[in-house]
């Protein structure tokens, strides 16, 4: 028993002698060459000086320079001039900077460049770990390709990973948009990104700008998810060179940048233009096709509800078609009810509901309503001094109201046709009693004052500058030096 004891030492003995250099060693061989040499000890400390093209290597590193410092027990090397170090295809370029020996790391604070043939590194600062391969950057550091520019206070990228984690100030540009967020997680080679805090997103070329506190997303799918309450605006103008802008904020936004062109906005939605508002708590805007689209939700208690001026619409559903920023269409689906509020009275509301009510418009300007199925109407009469004359009370299967000058001028009834007239001695002081089953008045009119904080003002002024900066082409907000 204790032979075979001995017998197991002596053979991890040889073991330790034989290949304990390559087990153990934490170092590949260091070699420093150049045209000069010179040794000397300076109070106590050791160093060699090398001079007229330096090269020194370590393993699969190769550092080149001017000039160079090497301090022995250190372990380090000081290096000067056209400093130029390569590993695989990684190439780092500074005018000065050091490197350690033991633990494989470089580093420099005169100016450093990363090169990885698909991307550059560039900052004031920086620290290039050749064993984790992993550059850590700082002081207005930018990392660029041929598609996108990052800039920010502190970078990390990790090569292994293909990641980048950037923090202070980051700003990410690509030909079609700028970001501005506190921090930001971006894979390279997934094309995955994640922005949190105070994050600004501008989108020049459909001027549009969206504020929010988290965002991911996801280029190889053209997609964005945003959260904490976005507010969005997207800025349109009309041929008298006003800025009419739309407004939109809920608790997340989700964008599609495919053909669809699309945001679905979820969760107590608010939205404001000049001539329309809106709640609810899921909408569709199609930005290519100019339509909003907006249903209630199973869990929803109330409907979406639609101001446009002084009336106020509800359904199932809603869906808005806008033509040269005004309004071509309005098609409320189930449930359909509408109300307008005669000006100049407390309440005097026309009103009329049915399963489906399309509302067409004239340049803006209403022109006919549609009404199928179960129609059922309200209709305040004036005189032609424009005193008030009663209202009549309609009923049938569907019918069609026509518009001249934003008032009634005729209305066609179909089918089980009833019509009442109530005059206006039993009417007076008693509108309230005069009133559609669906009747309901919402005060919730989201109104423009609510968007425009001041964080939204200050976006909006510089959404306007990076437009006119970059026409809206080419975001950059910092030039890449050659």
Not at 68 to 78: C, L, M, N, W
Not at 251 to 262: G, H, L, P, S, V
Not at 453 to 473: D, H, R, V, W
Request: charged share 30%; net charge positive; aromatic share 12%.
């Amino acid at each position: 028993m204790k032979i075979k004891n001995k017998l197991n030492i002596i053979i991890f003995a040889c073991l330790l002698i034989l290949g304990g250099k390559n087990i153990f060693a934490q170092n590949e061989q260091w070699q420093i060459n150049g045209a000069t040499l010179e040794g000397k000890e300076i109070d106590g400390v050791k160093i060699r000086e090398v001079s007229g093209n330096v090269i020194i290597t370590q393993g699969k590193i190769k550092i080149t320079c001017d000039r160079a410092v090497e301090y022995i027990d250190a372990g380090k090397a000081e290096l000067m001039g056209h400093v130029v170090a390569v590993q695989d295809t990684i190439k780092i370029k500074t005018s000065h900077g050091f490197y350690y020996k033991q633990t494989k790391i470089a580093t420099s604070d005169a100016g450093i460049e990363l090169n990885d043939s698909h991307y550059t590194l560039r900052a004031k600062k920086g620290t290039y770990y050749f064993n984790e391969k992993k550059a850590d950057f700082s002081d207005d550091v930018l990392l660029f390709d041929k598609i996108s520019n990052v800039n920010a206070n502190h970078l990390v990228y990790y090569r292994e990973e293909n990641k980048a984690v950037a923090t202070g100030n980051v700003s990410i540009c690509d030909t079609s948009s700028v970001v501005f967020t506190d921090s930001l997680i971006a894979f390279r080679e997934k094309k995955l990104s994640y922005g949190f805090g105070h994050v600004e997103m501008y989108d020049p070329q459909n001027k549009t700008v969206v504020l929010s506190g988290k965002f991911e997303n996801d280029d190889s799918k053209l997609y964005s998810k945003i959260f904490d309450h976005p507010l969005l605006a997207e800025v349109d103008s009309t041929s008298d060179g006003k800025m009419d802008t739309l407004y939109v904020i809920s608790k997340t936004m989700e964008a599609y940048r495919d053909t669809t062109k699309r945001y679905i906005v979820t969760d107590s939605v608010k939205m404001f233009r000049n001539f329309f508002s809106a709640v609810n708590n899921l909408t569709y805007l199609y930005r290519k096709e100019n339509r909003i689209f907006t249903y209630k939700l199973e869990s929803d208690l109330k409907p979406p509800v639609l101001w446009y001026e002084n009336s106020q619409l509800i359904g199932d559903s809603i869906n808005i078609h806008i033509d040269k920023r005004k309004l071509k269409q309005v098609e409320i689906n189930q449930n359909a009810f509408t109300l307008s509020l005669h000006k100049g009275y407390e309440f005097r509301y026309d009103q009329m509901s049915g399963k489906i009510i399309k509302i067409y418009f004239d340049q803006g300007e209403i022109s006919r309503v549609n009404v199928n199925g179960n129609f059922l109407s309200i209709y305040y009469s004036f005189d032609e001094k424009e005193e008030p004359n009663g209202l009549v009370k309609s009923s049938s299967e569907r019918g069609n109201i026509f518009f001249k000058d934003r008032k009634v001028e005729d209305i066609k009834l179909y089918g089980s046709v009833s019509s009442d007239y109530h005059p206006e001695n039993l009417v007076e002081g008693k509108e309230k009693d005069f009133t559609l089953p669906s009747f309901v008045l919402y005060k919730n009119r989201p109104r423009k004052e609510e968007f425009l904080t001041k964080e939204m003002k200050a976006a909006l002024t510089k959404l306007q500058e990076i437009t006119l900066n970059n026409n809206g082409k080419y975001p950059n907000l910092k030039k890449r030096k050659s």
